[in-house]
């Protein structure tokens, strides 16, 4: 495929951990993205996902194009899932140098709309999972005087997007506050914390999850919405979010800590419509 042709090997070497590698459906979403991008630059990738097929069709693509993978099954939800995650990533293809939390469990709908539970489950999956499988992998990288962590966030932790989705944004939010905090608390250890902001994008996801906020609407209908709100006049890709990935996964940021890439094509600098 165009995205991964003539990579330089800039993870060379790299073990990079992505929890939610697979795909909600067929298609590109947003891990499957990242990890083959990665394992074009020359890491060995672990590829976790819930659905442990589809994390095995991430590793399939990535080793139809000669890279090195394994797939793994987590469940987000459960501490000990991550920490054998982690474990069994670390016995298989090493010490894990990078590690890309890509969760995103939301609910859409009024607020009122979302129980105490279904906050709860949010809140765990999209933050309390990124505070368990950091503390798997900090020792290590501590050990060793360096490491990556990045964060999929969304431009819900900065502004509505037109359809409700409160405990989304929230989480979303605090996860941006978790990689600061966490970037400034190891940066003696040489390790990197930063986010990626990811806009309105493209992927199998929003066929499935979002439908409901687009009530009436078909899914090419949603998606000429969506299209239309963007500035640059289209919704990401999930390659858009992959290259920004891989550039803060690699040496060409080594002095970036801390931070966010905002990856929306200029929607969050924009007056909402």
Same mark, same amino acid.
């Given at each position: 495929?165009?995205?991964? +042709?003539?990579?330089?090997?800039?993870?060379?070497?790299?073990?990079?951990?992505?929890?939610?590698?697979?795909?909600?459906?067929?298609?590109?979403?947003?891990?499957?993205?990242?990890?083959?991008?990665?394992?074009?630059?020359?890491?060995?990738?672990?590829?976790?996902?819930?659905?442990?097929?589809?994390?095995?069709?991430?590793?399939?693509?990535?080793?139809?194009?000669? #890279?090195?993978?394994?797939? $793994?099954?987590?469940?987000?939800?459960?501490?000990?899932?991550?920490?054998?995650?982690?474990?069994?990533?670390?016995?298989?293809?090493?010490?894990?140098?990078?590690?890309?939390?890509?969760?995103?469990?939301?609910?859409?709908?009024?607020?009122?709309?979302?129980?105490?539970?279904?906050?709860?489950?949010?809140?765990?999956?999209?933050?309390?999972?990124?505070?368990?499988?950091?503390?798997?992998?900090?020792? #290590?990288?501590?050990?060793?005087?360096?490491?990556?962590?990045?964060?999929?966030?969304?431009?819900?932790?900065?502004?509505?997007?037109?359809?409700?989705?409160?405990?989304?944004?929230?989480?979303?939010?605090?996860?941006?506050? $978790?990689?600061?905090?966490?970037?400034?608390?190891?940066?003696? $250890?040489?390790?990197?914390?930063?986010?990626?902001?990811?806009?309105?994008?493209?992927?199998?996801?929003?066929?499935?999850?979002?439908?409901?906020?687009?009530?009436?609407?078909?899914?090419? +209908?949603?998606? +000429?919405?969506?299209?239309?709100?963007?500035?640059?006049?289209?919704?990401?890709?999930?390659?858009?979010?992959?290259?920004?990935?891989? $550039?803060?996964?690699?040496?060409?940021?080594?002095?970036?800590?801390?931070? +966010?890439?905002?990856?929306?094509?200029?929607?969050?600098?924009?007056?909402?419509?």
């Amino acid at each position: 495929m165009k995205e991964t +042709e003539s990579r330089e090997k800039i993870l060379a070497e790299r073990i990079c951990l992505v929890i939610g590698g697979g795909s909600i459906a067929p298609g590109w979403g947003i891990g499957r993205a990242i990890s083959v991008l990665y394992a074009c630059a020359g890491a060995r990738v672990a590829v976790a996902d819930l659905n442990l097929a589809s994390a095995g069709e991430t590793v399939d693509i990535i080793r139809s194009e000669g #890279g090195v993978a394994e797939a $793994f099954q987590v469940d987000v939800l459960d501490d000990a899932s991550i920490a054998r995650l982690v474990s069994d990533a670390t016995s298989r293809l090493g010490a894990i140098d990078v590690l890309h939390n890509n969760v995103a469990l939301s609910k859409s709908g009024n607020p009122r709309d979302t129980s105490a539970a279904d906050w709860r489950r949010i809140q765990d999956a999209n933050v309390t999972s990124l505070h368990v499988s950091t503390q798997a992998v900090l020792p #290590g990288m501590m050990e060793r005087r360096r490491g990556v962590i990045l964060t999929t966030s969304s431009i819900a932790a900065h502004r509505h997007l037109g359809y409700s989705s409160l405990a989304y944004a929230a989480t979303k939010a605090a996860a941006i506050a $978790f990689t600061r905090t966490l970037a400034i608390d190891y940066a003696a $250890f040489g390790i990197r914390a930063n986010t990626i902001v990811a806009g309105l994008i493209d992927t199998p996801r929003i066929g499935v999850v979002l439908r409901g906020a687009y009530a009436g609407c078909s899914l090419e +209908e949603m998606k +000429e919405r969506r299209h239309k709100v963007v500035p640059l006049g289209r919704m990401g890709t999930a390659w858009d979010i992959a290259e920004a990935a891989l $550039f803060l996964a690699s040496d060409r940021a080594k002095y970036i800590t801390g931070a +966010e890439l905002v990856v929306d094509g200029g929607l969050s600098v924009t007056v909402p419509h």
